[in-house]
């Protein structure tokens, strides 16, 4: 069908609805296509899958060598909850690793093969051209992250996954990275491996430098807490993200802007609100900062006066 014929259809079967002008703005080229076709597979407008295809067809015709638009056209027509057309997705999955070396590209085909096709085969294959190709080209540990989290998502493959992230975060030494990375080691739903997220954790607070580094490292520690079922475990998790805290307070403290001082202790105690646990637990905030300053003044001509308000 051309494009006339198809808004001739559309005309037949859907005008007077509401969305009817809307659709064939998407065919004229000044809506979002893909989501219409989707929309047409819905129980709202019939499933009508028919249509959907033709708006598929058209939407591919016009990605001018749009490759993540491409995937997502793909995704699009693979899902059971949209058009379903295994077949048709599986020829445009492999024409798009012609077109692609970008490893989180590939590892989105990858995750595709998974979910979609259910061939964990393929995805496999993928999944390794994708960590071939971003161990030559990508200087990001985001990317080395999420391919880890595919293949234990996907594959179940701890062993791979967590060889993937110990070379990447060896080969992206940060205090950033080490602490996302346990953060994937330690999450339940995730790797779940909490002795080696803490080794992690370690690695990080040897390359902490910023309150920032201190801060996001005990904000993330803290969210393994569960403060709903005291444990040593537990304690230990709270005493380790309740040093980082004190440490970014501290750096807070020494910034020579007053605002930034203030902003540091906004900030924590805006963390431990969120986490549920008050100004640090047993340990007031305000307590703890004025031993901090008292400790500082001297050396750093930090001046408090009695009865200041932190």
């Not at 403060?227 to 020494?254: H, M, Q, R, T």
Request: charged share 30%.
């Amino acid at each position: 069908m051309n494009t006339e014929e198809i808004k001739e259809e559309l005309k037949s079967v859907y005008h007077g609805h509401d969305e009817f002008e809307e659709i064939i703005s998407a065919v004229d080229g000044t809506g979002h296509l893909v989501y219409w076709a989707g929309r047409l597979t819905s129980d709202e407008f019939g499933k009508n899958k028919k249509l959907a295809r033709e708006l598929y067809k058209i939407a591919l015709e016009r990605i001018d060598g749009d490759v993540e638009e491409e995937i997502y056209i793909a995704k699009n027509i693979a899902s059971n909850d949209l058009l379903g057309d295994k077949e048709w997705s599986k020829t445009l999955f492999h024409d798009l690793l012609g077109k692609t070396c970008d490893p989180s590209d590939l590892i989105v085909i990858a995750d595709s093969f998974a979910i979609h096709l259910g061939d964990l085969e393929t995805a496999k294959e993928i999944y390794i051209k994708a960590r071939e190709a971003a161990n030559q080209s990508c200087q990001k540990f985001y990317v080395f992250k999420e391919l880890a989290k595919s293949i234990f998502k996907y594959l179940g493959d701890n062993a791979w996954a967590k060889e993937i992230v110990n070379s990447a975060v060896l080969k992206f030494p940060s205090c950033e990275n080490y602490r996302d990375a346990a953060v994937l080691a330690g999450t339940h739903n995730q790797l779940n491996d909490m002795s080696w997220s803490k080794e992690l954790f370690i690695s990080g607070q040897k390359l902490a430098e910023t309150r920032h580094d201190f801060r996001m490292l005990g904000w993330a520690m803290a969210n393994f807490v569960d403060f709903s079922e005291p444990s040593e475990e537990n304690d230990e998790k709270f005493e380790w993200a309740y040093d980082n805290y004190i440490v970014a307070f501290y750096l807070g403290c020494l910034e020579n802007d007053d605002f930034a001082r203030k902003d540091n202790i906004k900030e924590i105690k805006y963390d431990m609100k969120k986490l549920g646990v008050g100004f640090l637990g047993a340990k007031p905030l305000k307590v703890f900062a004025v031993e901090i300053l008292k400790d500082l003044c001297k050396e750093h001509l930090i001046k408090i006066k009695k009865g200041d308000k932190l």
